[in-house]
């Protein structure tokens, strides 16, 4: 455990954690970060070259389909070859044991269900008391790198084959329309559907919000811990750095997911 993190915070946390009904969990690319992937905003961030703030865009898209493609078909193998850390796999196990557990993640890697299908899997082999479980798959509300949908007939389906972004001939194609098809993603700009509905009707009932690894900077997402908050109930943060969201935290960890979140929901 970090040392700067107090243990009476830990406790508090855990406390909190195990005594509501109601937990909604909100992560953001720091959670990830444990598992080799490069957060937005951070040092290696992919914002950090200024062109991938671009890129996330419908008009960076309608400008340069192929340019996207590319960029998206790296992340996706990035996202491939990276696995589910000790803090994806901890939430997983506390939504299958649990109910009332909620994760709402913004982050597209898909990792978050890779480790719900593991844990269902192991649960599957062991567990026989109480009722089967569905895995716990998280709300995606930016969508996902391993789903596309199509530009012209709105099809959205699994796509996991790798992109040829060598050309805007080779880009791939609508199974149904033979239309271009883009990533089924949430672009700035672009509406969250009804991932954010749901977010923030669970956000409501929850007496805690587990907060892990957001810089809190994109909206809408960023307000489901506000929306807690002001209908009474509590933050919890883990994050190395502060953020817009710590003054709302009844405690905030300073330190790593995979290092803190295993040790406050176990
Ligand atoms: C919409 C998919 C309207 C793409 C993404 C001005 C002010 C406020 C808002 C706006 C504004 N101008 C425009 C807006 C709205 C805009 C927005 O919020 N912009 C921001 C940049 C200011 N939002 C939108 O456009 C949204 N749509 O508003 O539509 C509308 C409504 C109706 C009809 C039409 C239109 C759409 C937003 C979705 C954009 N898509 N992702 C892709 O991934 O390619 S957002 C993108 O940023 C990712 O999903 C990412 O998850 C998300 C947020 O970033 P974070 O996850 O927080 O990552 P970040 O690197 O920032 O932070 C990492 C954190 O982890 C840090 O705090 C770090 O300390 C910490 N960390 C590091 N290591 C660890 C760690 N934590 C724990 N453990 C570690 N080891
Ligand atoms: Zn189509």
New binding site residues.
Partial sequence: MPDDIDPQDLELARDLLSAADAVLVL?????S??SGLA????AD???RNHR??E??TPEAFARDSRLVWE??GM?RERAASCEPND?HLALARLAAERDGVTIV????DGLHSRAAERVAADRAGTVTEGPEREPALPLE???C?FRVRCTRCDERYEHRQPIDASSAASLPSCRSCSSLLR?D????????GEAIEVAFKEAQQAEVCLV???????????SIATVVDRAGGSVIE????P?PLTPLAVVSLR??????VPSLVS
């Fill in positions: 992560t953001g690319a720091g959670i970060a444990d957060t937005f905003r951070g961030g992919l914002w991938a703030q890129l996330a960029w998206y992340r803090a993640t913004q982050n597209v509300l930016h969508g790198l990533p993603i949430v672009w700035f700009g672009e509406p969250l892990v690894g957001t810089s809190a900077v994109v909206q809408p997402a960023a883990v994050n190395p750095e953020t330190g790593g997911a995979a290092e803190v």
